[in-house]
């Protein structure tokens, strides 16, 4: 079993090698790195020393190779000599992980597979290669089928394998009767799965090198799978002996009879509605609306996981149990769309604490020992500075108890020996005051966690677009007389309008038909906001006045009663204006994690990964185009249905929103339009930047520091270059798209069944042109790429610290005669203690912030934008040659953001707080990964992975 030596090596677990006989030649050959412990006359067992032997991930491929020392284990233990494999027509190897470290359920299996199968008592990989070049003759419209092949020798090349990966030789026997081999059949007899990266083949005749791109799990009960080289074809060009191998393929993955639950080994992509956020049999209170499939309640649609309805609403789906942390992780996704190991490792290690009925008893037991109210900002800095103690819990005990993986419990605090240390937030990591300035405020909308609601103000005062026959008139209370005295350069309101000086974040409609019903949740009073700015001389913008409204004691259809704040320097006024600034934030923090995060990106490229997956084979040159940008998506979108956005999950609980969150994402998403998710289309939508086909990215700035737009055009222009060099490749015309049968089928799916509740919309494309393909999958590779990544990672460097982005208000703005006023009046610490008492209270705000830690770190195995997980995703040399030309734009992209950031003209990009824009930011030069692991606040990853 050397596979099973191999996961020996690597963990601290001993292996026992069964039916082979071992001398203390072995071990002495061996050395130090093996410590021989036992011998018989059929069994060896091996453990390791103390110290390291094997390197991992980018350390090991720069270390150099071990394969020496692994080939004279190989032939001392089984005898076999390494030049016997060359007698093969046709060389391989294959790259294999073997099942994950952490699933220690199965070790048992894992251990027998390594001994029985892979050393050679059994044949437990099986692989057969299929000719695209010459016929089957029992079956002419198949390629022939070659004899089986087996993993035979392990090589251990440190320079091309990451960590977890095991590369074997193969031999095949192969003539050139049998001509060109153009997909490969693999069979598992083991007794748990492998995941299979590649298949190499040398010296294949008229052919040379032939490459298969699995990367795909291969479980013993799913049957045999076939994979193709890395050959890319249009349905029309493919090979005709591997033609219904394409086709098969796809009516497996499509799974459409196959109504579930599905299994673990099961891949199988379907559409379902989100029906499963409720638990209706816990009660009343835990129902959840659906979402999908009705006018009422309109949404993009999940993956479906095909369990069993509750008991009591046969259109609900039933839950996991998440006590249960195995099971809990455990639901079902399609099994290659799932974390590998090393994201595994650090999605549990980071996130144990989001599991919501583990974490919630933990702080509610610290909170319940101390004040339940922060008083004082000292009091939230000591989360950062390390000095609150974890006090005595039972529940967080009992949770370590139940937890199978002895190194998730090291990272949980043990009570009376651990502090709650959370990494201080980067926007008072320089200053811890500078947050609360006004310039910090206006500029955290043009370079914040949430960049992308600031909008132009073409008419004052501003209008509400509310129905006025349900509403009334929610026309802006903000007048001249509020504003006039703050404009620069003597300007008036009309030629600050004209001008394009006066912009406006307006939450007012946003929120306004929603309060009556959040302001009856308990611990909320939330106002709908308007915030007005004025673009000043040096680029920044300055907030002119806020207005917080309400719906009207009389009934909602008298209007709104409001109320303006203007800023002050000092006294009561400037406390109050604080407050406003806060409330204002309330409501964009919502905004920003249930449409700018979660339905703008999460949601809404999900059923792309679907009909992608069901309609394009991977052989098809936009499912290698866009497969890239699905990376772990369906996954952490089935992880936040289970413990982020369900009824009682951890955003309901810590944004104000709470139970009605999903159901205003879904009015939010009876106006979305894919055409205007591009960068560019949205800047002219919101009317912060003007058409210009001067310009490369034929859009032009109306404010000209504006990091995220800056940034993101040029990221846009190098992603739009891209896909254009790249599919004109395959579609050198509009009639060879329009013949494409599978990019039609894709196109049709994507609109009548994953967005089909907007089906019947007129901005859809008609697909028929290569010019609409490219903005389409412009547009997708943008939306899961840069904008994921401007609004995913500065989560806790803008937000970690709750004063700056709070997610709740809990009382009204102070009046006088009022306590709370008589308190602001005073000052110091006690108009602290109002703002601190007003926010996101002391147990919502642990739980909050450490979640977004959590949301905002990068993975260990992150792959940037302008990357690939494996070099040899495509043979055609035109395809790579673009590809290189595009990581190289993004390289000269990212030393233009940092000259831009050293730029002190430039006073968007810092702002008091010190802190350089850096979220688009593309890190592609980071080959190795090291630069962009954990809490980096740069860097953008393919795919929404987290």
């Known amino acids: 079993m050397l596979y099973g030596l191999v996961v020996a090596i690597i963990s601290p677990v001993g292996i026992r090698c069964q039916r082979y006989k071992s001398s203390r030649g072995v071990a002495a050959e061996i050395g130090h790195s093996l410590a021989f412990c036992h011998t018989s006359i059929d069994t060896c067992q091996f453990r390791l020393p103390p110290g390291p032997f094997f390197l991992s991930g980018a350390r090991a491929r720069r270390e ?128 748990s799965e492998f995941l299979l990266k590649t298949l190499t083949l040398e010296g294949v005749p008229g052919r040379g090198t032939v490459v298969f791109v699995a990367n795909s799990w291969i479980y013993p009960a799913a049957g045999d799978r076939v994979f193709f080289a890395n050959d890319t074809y249009l349905p029309s060009k493919m090979p005709v002996l591997l033609v219904q191998y394409r086709q098969d393929e796809l009516r497996n993955l499509r799974g459409d009879s196959k109504a579930g639950p599905y299994e673990e080994h099961d891949r199988v992509y379907r559409y379902d509605y989100y029906n499963d956020l409720g638990e209706p049999d816990k009660g009343e209170d835990h129902v959840r609306p659906m979402l999908g499939g009705s006018q009422e309640h309109p949404y993009p649609r999940r993956g479906r996981t095909g369990r069993r309805p509750t008991k009591t609403d046969p259109k609900s789906e039933s839950r996991l149990p998440l006590l249960n942390l195995k099971k809990a992780l455990n639901i079902y996704v399609p099994r290659d769309e799932r974390f590998g190991h090393l994201k595994l490792s650090d999605f549990l290690g980071y996130s144990l604490k989001a599991i919501t009925e583990a974490v919630v008893p933990i702080i509610r037991t610290y909170v319940d020992t101390t004040p339940k109210e922060f008083d004082s900002f000292q009091d939230i800095m000591n989360l950062y500075d390390g000095l609150l103690e974890v006090p005595h819990s039972p529940a967080l005990a009992e949770i370590k108890k139940k937890i199978p993986f002895d190194f998730i419990k090291s990272i949980l605090p043990v009570a009376g020996d651990d502090f709650l240390n959370l990494p201080f937030p980067h926007v008072v990591k320089s200053d811890r005051s500078a947050w609360r300035t006004d310039e910090e405020f206006a500029r955290e909308m043009l370079a914040g966690v949430n960049p992308v609601c600031i909008r132009r103000l073409t008419e004052f005062p501003a209008r509400s677009t509310l129905d006025h026959s349900v509403y009334g008139d929610h026309t802006s209370k903000i007048t001249e007389d509020h504003i006039q005295h703050n404009l620069e350069d003597g300007l008036s309101i009309k030629k600050a309008l004209e001008s394009n000086r006066l912009f406006i974040l307006d939450h007012h409609d946003n929120f306004m038909p929603f309060l009556d019903r959040i302001n009856k949740l308990e611990g909320n009073f939330i106002y709908a906001s308007r915030t007005l700015l004025f673009l000043k001389a040096d680029g920044t913008l300055k907030p002119l006045a806020i207005e917080l409204s309400l719906p009207h004691p009389d009934g909602q259809q008298h209007g709104a009663e409001s109320k303006v704040y203007t800023p002050a320097v000092e006294g009561v006024e400037s406390q109050i204006w604080q407050l406003a600034k806060a409330y204002a934030c309330v409501n964009d923090s919502a905004w920003h994690q249930l449409i700018s995060h979660w339905l703008n990106t999460h949601a809404v490229i999900e059923p792309f990964v679907i009909a992608t997956n069901r309609q394009l084979s991977v052989v098809h040159p936009v ?109 050198p015309n509009d009639g060879v798209l329009r013949s494409d049968e599978e990019l039609q089928k894709w196109w049709k799916e994507v609109r009548e069944v994953g967005h089909g509740d907007l089906k019947d919309a007129d901005w859809w494309p008609k697909m028929d042109t290569v010019q609409e393909l490219a903005k389409m999958c412009t547009t997708i590779i943008w939306v899961a790429s840069a904008l994921h990544a401007a609004v995913n990672f500065g989560q806790y460097p803008y937000a970690g610290y709750l004063p700056n982005r709070p997610t709740v208000s809990r009382r009204p703005m102070p009046e006088p005669g009022m306590k709370e006023y008589a308190q602001l009046e005073r000052g110091g610490k006690e108009a602290d203690k109002v703002f601190i008492h007003t926010i996101t209270s002391q147990f919502q705000t642990i739980l909050g912030i450490t979640l977004i830690e959590i949301l905002s770190k990068h993975s260990s195995d992150e792959v940037y934008l302008g990357q690939r997980d494996t070099p040899e995703w495509t043979s055609d040399a035109k395809a790579l040659e673009a590809f290189k030309r595009f990581g190289s734009r993004l390289i000269e992209i990212e030393k233009r ?50």
């Open 897 to 946: 953001i940092t000259e831009m950031n050293g730029n002190p003209s430039l006073k968007n990009r810092n702002g008091p707080v010190k802190m350089p824009y850096m979220l688009l930011y593309p890190n592609t030069s980071d080959v190795t990964g090291e630069k962009g692991v954990g809490l980096t606040a740069m860097g953008i990853p393919n795919s929404i992975s987290i």
């Open 64 to 191: 150099g190779s071990s394969e020496m020392l692994l080939h004279g284990l190989w032939d001392k233990v089984t005898g076999k000599n390494k030049e016997a494999w060359k007698e093969g027509r046709i060389r391989g190897t294959a790259v294999l992980v073997k099942k994950d470290v952490l699933d220690l359920g199965d070790f048992h299996a894992s251990l027998l597979d390594g001994v029985h199968k892979i050393l050679g008592c059994e044949d437990g990989v099986a692989f057969h290669l299929v000719s695209a070049t010459a016929a089957d003759p029992n079956n002419g419209e198949r390629g022939k089928v070659g004899k089986a092949a087996h993993l035979e020798e392990l090589v251990v090349t440190m320079k091309s394998t990451a960590a977890g990966e095991s590369v074997f030789r193969v031999a095949f026997e192969w003539d050139d009767s049998q001509g060109i081999p153009g997909a490969v059949i693999v069979r598992n007899t083991n007794r």
């Open 623 to 731: 499912h290698k185009l866009l497969s890239p940008h699905y990376r772990d998506t369906m996954n952490i979108n089935a992880l936040a249905r289970q413990t982020l956005i369900n009824a009682g999950g951890i955003f309901e609980l810590t944004v104000f929103p709470g139970k009605y969150a999903l159901e205003m994402s879904s009015v939010v998403y009876k106006d979305w339009k894919l055409t205007e998710q591009g960068l560019p289309a949205d800047l002219v939508k919101r009317g912060v930047a003007v058409p210009d086909p001067s310009s490369p990215y034929n859009v032009r700035l109306l404010i000209k520091d504006y990091p995220y737009a800056v940034d993101g055009l040029v990221i846009w222009w190098a992603i739009e270059t891209w896909v254009k060099e790249y599919l004109t490749i395959y579609y």
